[in-house]
């Protein structure tokens, strides 16, 4: 249950109650080195973990999350319980984002890809990468996303921006008739002919350059 409205004594002896169910909004790949081929899990868009034990296959009717390593998507939670783990957590809101936006009617999102953080040295210090998100759709796009950012930082574009360039491709007829890969987490967005699956790099080949106007 997401949410009671009303609890009201019905005369002489029956109780009513109106109340909300959480609906699955993606369904979450967890792994394990015990299991590295996973379960799949019902989660809502709060990442609340729904009361269904987690499947051998995934569900087709859902968006899939999943960590490119078996070390990407950690934490999972007992049942009614919020996944921790901020990559599932940020995976949900790109996912609402894409929904909410535009270009829902374009670009249906079907799976999301979460690239394990990284340690990274600096001046003898270790500072921990950010994950970064890789989009699949339906109609068979590849889109690299990078890192989810609602204005938190300023060392990439924010979604606003990325779902921007996304909006022009689409206009411009790229997506869907010529290319096959965007990549929008730099300020240099591109688009490529060629699907890679095998690895998160994008082939660059005969790339339309679109440069986002600076902010500034």
Same mark, same amino acid.
């Given at each position: 249950?997401?949410?009671?409205?009303?609890?009201?004594?019905?005369?002489?002896?029956?109780?009513?109650?109106?109340?909300?169910i959480?609906?699955?909004?993606?369904q979450?790949?967890?792994?394990?080195?015990?299991?590295?081929?996973?379960?799949?899990?019902?989660?809502?868009?709060?990442?609340?973990?729904?009361?269904v034990?987690?499947a051998?296959?995934?569900?087709?009717?859902?968006?899939?999350?999943?960590?490119?390593?078996?070390s990407?998507?950690t934490?999972?939670?007992?049942?009614?319980?919020?996944?921790?783990?901020?990559?599932?957590?940020?995976?949900?809101a790109?996912?609402?984002?894409?929904q909410?936006?535009?270009?829902?009617?374009?670009?249906?999102? +079907?799976?999301?890809?979460? !690239? *394990?953080?990284?340690?990274?040295? %600096?001046?003898? @210090?270790?500072r921990?990468?950010?994950?970064?998100y890789?989009?699949?759709?339906a109609?068979?796009?590849?889109?690299?996303?990078?890192?989810?950012?609602?204005g938190?930082?300023?060392t990439?574009?924010?979604?606003?921006?990325?779902?921007?360039?996304?909006?022009?491709f689409v206009?411009?007829?790229?997506?869907?008739?010529?290319?096959?890969?965007?990549?929008?987490?730099?300020?240099?967005a591109?688009?490529?002919?060629?699907?890679?699956?095998? +690895?998160?790099?994008?082939? !660059? *080949?005969?790339?339309?350059?679109? %440069?986002?106007? @600076?902010?500034?």
């Amino acid at each position: 249950i997401q949410s009671v409205h009303e609890l009201r004594r019905n005369y002489p002896n029956r109780i009513a109650i109106e109340f909300d169910i959480r609906t699955p909004a993606a369904q979450v790949r967890h792994a394990s080195r015990a299991e590295p081929a996973g379960r799949y899990w019902l989660v809502d868009h709060a990442g609340m973990l729904l009361p269904v034990p987690g499947a051998l296959r995934p569900r087709r009717d859902l968006p899939l999350i999943v960590g490119t390593t078996v070390s990407a998507i950690t934490g999972r939670p007992d049942n009614g319980k919020k996944w921790q783990d901020p990559g599932v957590l940020e995976a949900l809101a790109l996912l609402q984002t894409m929904q909410n936006s535009p270009l829902s009617e374009d670009l249906h999102i +079907s799976r999301i890809r979460i !690239s *394990s953080p990284f340690y990274l040295s %600096r001046l003898r @210090s270790k500072r921990k990468s950010r994950p970064r998100y890789y989009l699949e759709t339906a109609e068979g796009v590849d889109i690299r996303w990078g890192e989810f950012n609602n204005g938190d930082f300023d060392t990439e574009k924010m979604n606003s921006e990325k779902i921007a360039d996304l909006r022009h491709f689409v206009a411009q007829g790229y997506i869907h008739s010529l290319y096959k890969s965007v990549d929008v987490s730099t300020h240099l967005a591109t688009c490529s002919r060629q699907r890679d699956r095998k +690895s998160t790099r994008l082939n !660059s *080949s005969h790339i339309p350059f679109y %440069r986002m106007p @600076s902010s500034a």
